[in-house]
């Protein structure tokens, strides 16, 4: 059974960067594809970026593209989410993911069957 645990959120003002990382326990990471989501008050959980195998293409939402990066150390069982020019609409829980989805549902949250917590991050104007 695979554990995870986010860290590193926070608050921050437009403009400025975070970067969050998601500890995994109890599985062999580099067996899993990895992925972050985030969901608002009030509204779905959204696909924010993905990744299948360490050396596979990196997916990302349109929303995002540009100014986060997904990158991973499976060697530490660490996944990380490095947001740059971050927006006030960014403001969300942010959750990290793992399990075997199929490529075409890479984007699906219900694909996935291990999450963490979720960490807040909070972007001002």
């Known amino acids: 059974q695979v554990q995870l645990v986010e860290s590193g959120g926070g608050s921050v003002q437009a403009g400025g960067s975070l970067r969050i990382s998601c500890a995994g326990s109890?599985?062999?990471?580099?067996?899993?594809?990895v992925g972050w989501f985030r969901q608002a008050p009030g509204k779905e959980r959204e696909f924010v970026a993905a990744?299948?195998?360490?050396?596979?293409?990196?997916f990302y939402a349109d929303s995002v593209k540009g100014r986060f990066t997904l990158s991973r150390d499976n060697a530490q069982d660490t996944v990380f989410l490095q947001m740059n020019n971050l927006r006030p609409e960014d403001t969300a829980v942010y959750y990290c993911?793992?399990?075997?989805?199929?490529?075409?549902?890479?984007?699906?949250?219900?694909?996935?069957?291990?999450w963490g917590p979720g960490t807040q991050v909070t972007v001002s104007s």
């Open positions: 993911t793992a399990g075997r989805p199929i490529l075409s549902a890479l984007r699906t949250w219900s694909a996935y069957r291990f």
């Open positions: 109890g599985g062999t990471f580099s067996d899993y594809s």
């Open positions: 990744q299948r195998r360490k050396t596979d293409p990196i």
